[in-house]
């Protein structure tokens, strides 16, 4: 039995296996490109590493693509297997294959209350809050979040090897309640001591741009581009909120120049690529900037994936990207997925049901007028879509452009009201105020 760098408790009997999966964890961490190859290595060096095949399960499980789900299962069964050649592994292993087994089954919200419990006397164990903190992420949990790396920061010491890995979380986690100033001191602290922790990097990112302070928010990303430009697909992200926040500036050209190059450097469908590209583009037309053909590559990539609604999330932006170029049968296609998503059970079931549904009328103009109950339904059930606030502020605003079409100034005035609770005001959400013959009160 071996602890690794990371404090997880493992049954392998491999150094070489070893290394290779701290590289892994490392590189999850990161962000880093490395990571799919260091859980090779690790298998490779000890097929029987049971924290290797749930690591590899989650990583398919969290690029949310149907086609995957065949390889998480695969890795399930190989878990479960290595779990009987080691004798039952180890306490760790057993948490981490009953975590993965939640998971496959469709619920990322029971895997992740697996990992929290099964950790709560070591709740620094990097790789299961890491893995937490990911489903609730994509599950829009902020509190449980929170609640998470609350706990974890404080069985923090200065010997705790994902020190800097942890606070970048807990940065996160305390930016998406709006509590701005400690995220800012928490982020900063995780960057000064771990350079590499982009999540850390990011944290700080929300915070001058939800607090609307933009050229604190350029100058941070690019004084650290550096970092997030050795990240995988993360650099990308890392990238559309720099052009957020040129958007902001209303440096058009500069905008464009970002997602030629930083944002869409490569036709990906990587889901979380598209929702980049999407909502960025789709802000771009809002306030007015011609985007030539750009709208081209996502919506055939849309299109090939309209009956994939694994994630309810990934499914709207695919919707998002059908209906900017007129594809409507498409679309019409993909919004009767969602709808019969809806009837099923599982944690995306209900996402769908209770936001999916009614966010997909919203973005194809299929919409009834909302009255505020509504809309204050809708609004309350958005964080159930997963990502962060910065990423569904494209739902809000598409909600408020959908009632200022419909001219429905109260709509816009409510959710602008609700909105102001966690981002400044801006261009683009005045343009939509605008377009009603209205501002909100100061």
């Known amino acids: 039995m071996k602890r690794d760098a990371y404090g997880l408790m493992t049954s392998t009997d491999s150094n070489e296996a070893q290394r290779a999966f701290e590289n892994a964890v490392f590189g999850l961490a990161a962000h880093r490109p490395s990571t799919g190859v260091a859980i090779q ?123 800097g890995f942890v606070l970048g979380c807990h940065a996160f986690s305390l930016e998406e309640h709006g509590r701005y100033a400690e995220a800012l001191a928490a982020g900063q602290l995780a960057v000064a001591l771990q350079p590499d922790d982009s999540w850390g990097l990011h944290a700080v990112s929300h915070v001058f741009e939800m607090r609307g302070d933009t050229a604190e928010g350029i100058d941070w990303l690019e004084a650290s581009r550096k970092a997030w430009s050795r990240c ?83 499914a709207l932006h695919n919707l998002a990207a059908m209906v900017a170029v007129g594809d409507r049968d498409g679309a019409v296609e993909l919004v009767s997925h969602i709808e019969a998503k809806a009837l099923r059970m599982d944690d995306q079931g209900r996402v769908a ?41 494209f739902f809000v605003l598409a909600l408020a452009r959908a009632m200022a079409s419909d001219g429905n100034n109260v709509g816009v005035s409510r959710i602008g009201q609700i909105r102001q609770q966690l981002k400044a005001d801006d261009r683009l959400f005045k343009s939509i105020e605008h377009s009603v013959g209205m501002s909100l009160p100061a």
Do not use: C
Not at 108 to 119: E, K, P, Q, T, Y
């Open 41 to 163: 290595s690790t298998l490779a060096a000890d097929p029987h590493h049971v924290a290797g095949h749930a690591l590899k399960g989650f990583a398919n499980l969290i690029l949310a693509r149907s086609e995957l789900d065949e390889p998480a299962v695969k890795a399930l069964v190989d878990a479960k297997a290595a779990l009987v050649v080691r004798g039952g592994g180890t306490g760790d292993e057993r948490t981490l294959a009953k975590a993965l087994e939640a998971a496959v089954e469709g619920s990322f919200s029971r895997a992740a209350d697996i990992l929290d419990d099964g950790f709560e006397d070591r709740s620094v164990t990097f790789l299961p809050f890491k893995i937490s903190q990911a489903l609730r992420f994509m599950l829009g949990d902020a509190r449980g979040m929170l609640r998470a790396s609350t706990r974890a920061v404080a069985r923090l010491d200065t010997g705790t090897t994902a020190r």
């Open 232 to 314: 995988n697909n993360f650099s990308f992200h890392m990238a559309w909120h720099l052009g957020l926040l040129h958007l902001e500036r209303g440096d058009h050209d500069r905008v464009l120049q970002i997602y030629d190059d930083d944002v869409r450097p490569q036709q990906t469908d990587d889901f979380r690529d598209m929702a980049n590209a999407v909502s960025l583009l789709w802000r771009m037309e809002q306030s007015g900037v011609h985007v030539g053909d750009r709208w081209t590559d996502l919506a055939e990539i849309a299109h090939r994936r309209k009956a994939d609604t694994t994630l309810i999330f990934a």
């Open 353 to 393: 049901a209770e936001i999916g549904v009614p966010m997909a009328h919203i973005l194809t103009g299929l919409h009834a007028p909302a009255d505020r109950h509504m809309l204050e339904r809708m609004v309350a059930n958005l964080p159930k879509i997963g990502g962060s606030n910065a990423q569904r502020d």
